[in-house]
C-alpha cells in the first residue's frame, strides 16, 4: 500500500510536468519551408505598415470564414489548407460568433472547439488567422475570458492575431476605446508581441473618430475598417486616407464587393477601385466569406464539401472573384 501511495504522488507531481513539456512542444511548431510564416515569421506595426520580423512592408491577403455557430461545417483543417494551397490565402480569419442562437455566449466549449481547429490548422500550414471575436455588442467579461485562454494557447506563435471586437455597431469610440484598452493590457499580461486589432464604431467605418484620439502606449497594435464596396465608396477611402495621415495603422479585416447588407449585385467598378487604393498603400485585406447562405457574400454553393476541393463550379459569383483578387496577388 506504501509503495502505492508513493507511486501515485509521483504521477501526480509529474503529470502536470509532462502536460506542460507537451503543450511547450506543440507551441514550437516549426512553420512549413517557404510558408507565409516561415519567410516573415512575428509581425510587428511600423508606422502604419505591417511589417515582417526584419522591418520589410508585409501585406496580408485572405479569406474570412463565415460565424462559427452558423457554418460550423467550415470549421476544419481541411478547409483551411484548401484556401491556403489553392486560394493562396496567407492569413484567414476564425469568426467566433458572439449573439446570434448557440453562439459563444451560449455554447463556449463548442466554440472553442471551432476555433481550435482551424487556428491550429493555419499553424500547421504556416499562414496567419485571426481570431475574431465576432460581436456587434459589448461583451467585455466573456471577451477577457476568452482572449485570456486564447493568449495562454497560442502566445508562442506568431501566426496569431487577436481581433477583439468585430464590428462595434451603435457605441462611440470612448466606449470602443476603453473596451480595447482592458483588452489589451488582459493580452499584454500573457502575450506581448503578437499583433492586436481595434475595431470602431459603426462597424468599423468611423476610423476618424479613432484618429482623434487614439490608443496610447501600446505597440503592435492596429485599426480595423470593414468595407462593402456598393455602400461604402470613395467617401470611406478619403476617410481612411486621412486617419493614415494622421498616424493610424489600419488593416481591412473584412471586406466584400456588394451593398452592406451582404446581399445586392456585386459593384465591380468599386470592388476594382478598392482593390487599387489597397495596393497602392500596401494594406492588408479579408475577404466576406467561406459560408453558403443563399446571399451574394457567401461564396459557396450549399452543396459544396465542407473540406475545400472546390472547383468554379462549385464557387458562386462573389467567391470566384474573391479567390481570382487573392491568388493574383499572393502567387
Known sequence: MKHTIKIVLILVVLMPLAICSVASKTAKTIPPKNSPVALNGQLQVIGTQLSNKDGKALVLRGA???WH???PRFYNEKAVAWL????K???????????????YLENPEYALKCMT???DGAIKQGIYVLIDFHSHKLHIAEAKTFFTGMAQKYKNNPNVIYEIWNEPDTYSWKVVK??????????RVIDNKNLILVGNPHWDQDIDSVAGDPIRGQKNIMYTMHFYAGTHKQWLRDRTDAAMAKGIPVFVSECAGMEATGDGPVDEAEWKAYLNWM?????SWIVWSVSDKNETCSMLLPRASSEGNWDDGLLKSWGRVSRTSIRQRNQ
Do not use: H, P
Open 64 to 66: 474570412s470564414l463565415g
Open 69 to 71: 455557430n452558423l457554418w
Open 84 to 87: 491556403a494551397s489553392d486560394w
Open 89 to 103: 490565402c496567407n492569413v484567414i480569419r476564425a469568426s467566433m460568433g458572439v449573439g446570434l442562437d448557440d453562439s
Open 117 to 119: 481547429k482551424v487556428i
Open 178 to 187: 476603453q473596451y480595447a484598452e482592458e483588452l489589451i493590457s488582459t493580452i
Open 279 to 283: 495596393d497602392a498603400r500596401k494594406l
